[in-house]
DNA sequence: CTGTTGATCTGCT
DNA sequence: GCAGATCAACAGT
């Protein structure tokens, strides 16, 4: 039996939590059909430790998810065309923080997200974090929803990958905070 | 109030 | 490899 994650699994460091993430299962419930699959890219945001976090330079009203209860959803608009999904993760002495999902491999529900994603090929399904939020129907009315009792939205126990099966590199598409090496990807 | 920019994707060259 | 799409939030005035 494939269990839910606890709001202990992300209640953790905000980089821990994003390399954990790596292998489990990403699973949306949409007209009563599960559409998922299992996360293979994150990455890690933080608080003002992180200068290319958008809670760097305290609340607002669209970063006040990050600072809200952990394992809840935190989904902002970009660039006039993309949602892009995190889940709220940090530790205790933490103010803010989340875990951008970038990539998903398609499991279930393939088809239903082939007809929202309009004939895109297999191989960009799901390949970068507007991808799969398209694919998966995720919109601004899914932010600050919890994850952990929810039946739209939630992440469940899939694969163990052994840690140094996962690549640690600087994050993308930003211009601040390069130093860190805080995007997570698995190793096919 | 206004100008800038952005945790991106796609299609064209 | 590069530009255009497209707009909301934010920082600065």
């Not at 003002?48 to 209860?69: C, Q």
């Not at 140094?164 to 995007?183: M, V």
């Amino acid at each position: 039996m494939l269990s839910i994650l606890t709001s202990d699994f992300y209640q953790r460091d905000t980089a821990i939590v994003a390399k954990d993430l790596i292998g489990k299962k990403l699973i949306r419930t949409l007209n009563g059909s599960l559409v998922g699959g299992i996360i293979t890219e994150t990455e890690a945001y933080g608080y003002s430790n992180d200068p290319a976090s958008h809670a760097y330079r305290g609340k607002t009203l669209r970063n006040s998810a990050m600072f809200g209860p952990v394992g809840h959803a935190y989904i902002y608009f970009i660039y006039g065309n993309h949602f892009c999904f995190n889940i709220v993760a940090r530790s205790k002495d933490q103010l803010a923080g989340a875990v951008l999902i970038r990539s998903i491999l398609p499991t279930d529900g393939i088809e239903s997200m082939l007809f929202r994603r309009n004939k895109i090929t297999n191989k960009d399904l799901t390949n970068g974090p507007g991808k799969l939020s398209q694919a998966l129907g995720i919109t601004k009315e899914l932010n600050t929803i919890s994850l952990h009792h929810n039946e739209q939205l939630y992440v469940v126990e899939d694969t163990v990958v052994f840690s140094e099966l996962i690549q640690e590199t600087e994050r993308i598409g930003i211009s601040k905070g390069k130093d860190l090496l805080w995007r997570f990807l698995a190793k096919i």
